[in-house]
């Protein structure tokens, strides 16, 4: 079975941080990549960050480029999303999500891990990030 289950979610300033969790079953660790998801009142869900089961090969939206960094702790059953310099369009509901593996490659980026709804195969239930001042 695959279980994902996030946390760490809360209400923050814009120009401040938060980190959020999303601890895995071991049937989603040596496998799946980790994707972060979010979703925005009234809007549809988007990619955030993506983590190969390695932890060596990344992906991120442009909107966050520079301000989130996506890591892992395999000991832990963990991946991570740590937000700074927040926005308020950062507000919304934080998914991760076990993608099947699908490591794309560009000459400027290198390799890449893809972030693709249609790649999920079970979604944790979510945690809420609101950032207001």
């Known amino acids: 079975q695959l279980q994902l289950v996030e946390s760490g979610g809360g209400l923050v300033q814009p120009g401040g941080s938060l980190r959020l969790s999303c601890v895995l079953s071991e049937s989603v660790m040596n496998y799946y990549v980790i994707g972060w998801f979010r979703q925005a009142p009234g809007e549809g869900r988007e990619g955030v960050s993506c983590?190969?089961?390695?932890?060596?090969?990344?992906n991120y939206a442009n909107s966050v480029k520079g301000r989130f960094t996506v890591s892992r702790d395999n000991a832990k059953n963990t991946v991570y999303l740590q937000m700074n310099s927040v926005k308020p369009e950062d507000t919304g509901d934080y998914y991760c999500?076990?993608?099947?593996?699908?490591?794309?490659?560009?000459?400027?980026?290198?390799?890449?891990?893809?972030?693709?709804?249609?790649?999920?195969?079970?979604w944790g239930k979510g945690t809420l990030v609101t950032v207001s001042s």
């Open positions: 983590i190969s089961s390695n932890g060596f090969i990344t």
């Open positions: 999500a076990a993608l099947r593996p699908r490591i794309a490659h560009s000459s400027t980026r290198g390799n890449y891990c893809v972030l693709d709804h249609d790649g999920v195969d079970s």
